[in-house]
C-alpha cells in the first residue's frame, strides 16, 4: 500500500528518517540525514525501536528489564540527537518504540506522512550490509518512501559533500 506523502503540501515540510541501532554505521546514516535535512530546509526524525521479546520474565523482573532497557534507549537516542545539533545545527525529532524494527519503522512512516526519505548505512561486515538494509532492500519495490542507503566507504566530508 502506497501512502500519500504530505510533505510538499502547504505547511508540511520533508522529513528525512534514520534509525538509531548501536551499529557504527548508524552515525553516519545520522549524519547525513541531518545535513540533507539542514541543506533542504527540512526535518530529521530519529527512531529507537527496542526489541521485543527481551522481557520474557516474571512480571516484576519484565517491569524492570523493560524500564532499563527504555533509560537506556533515551540515552543512545539523546546522544544521537545531541550530536545532529552539534553538526548540522537542527533540532531532530524522536521517537522511541518497542517491537520489530521493520514494523516499527513502517508504522512511523505510515502515520507521519511528512516524513519521505529513510536513511540507511550499509555496514562492512563479512556477513553483509546489516539486518536493516538487508530487511529494507529485500521489499525495495513495495516501500512507501525511497531509500538512501549509504556506501561505508564514504567519509563524513564525502557524505557532506553529497547532502
Not at 502506497?2 to 541501532?21: M, N, P, Q, W
Not at 537516542?77 to 537542527?90: D, H, L, M, N
Not at 529513510?118 to 516501500?143: C, E, H, I, Q, Y
Request: charged letters at 25%; a negative charge; aromatic letters at 4%.
Amino acid at each position: 500500500m502506497v501512502s500519500t506523502r504530505l510533505s510538499r503540501l502547504e505547511g508540511h515540510r520533508r522529513k528525512f528518517l534514520a534509525v538509531i541501532d548501536g551499529t557504527p554505521e548508524c552515525q553516519r546514516a545520522v549524519h547525513y540525514a541531518g545535513r540533507r535535512a539542514k541543506n533542504s530546509n527540512g526535518g530529521l526524525v530519529l527512531i529507537y525501536v527496542i526489541p521485543e521479546g527481551d522481557f520474557q520474565q516474571w512480571l516484576g523482573v519484565e517491569e524492570i528489564m523493560r524500564a532499563e532497557a527504555r533509560e537506556e534507549a533515551e540515552a543512545i537516542i539523546a546522544k544521537a540527537a545531541q550530536s545532529v545539533r552539534e553538526t548540522a545545527g537542527i533540532e531532530p525529532e524522536t521517537v522511541i518504540r518497542e517491537g520489530k524494527a521493520t514494523e516499527q519503522i513502517n508504522a512511523l512512516i505510515e502515520e507521519d506522512r511528512d516524513i519521505a526519505v529513510l536513511v540507511l548505512a550499509a555496514g562492512s561486515a563479512k556477513d553483509g550490509p546489516g539486518p536493516l538494509v538487508s530487511s529494507v532492500a529485500g521489499r525495495a519495490a513495495t516501500f512507501p518512501i525511497p531509500v538512501t542507503i549509504l556506501p561505508d566507504t564514504l567519509t563524513n566530508e564525502e557524505l557532506d559533500a553529497l547532502a
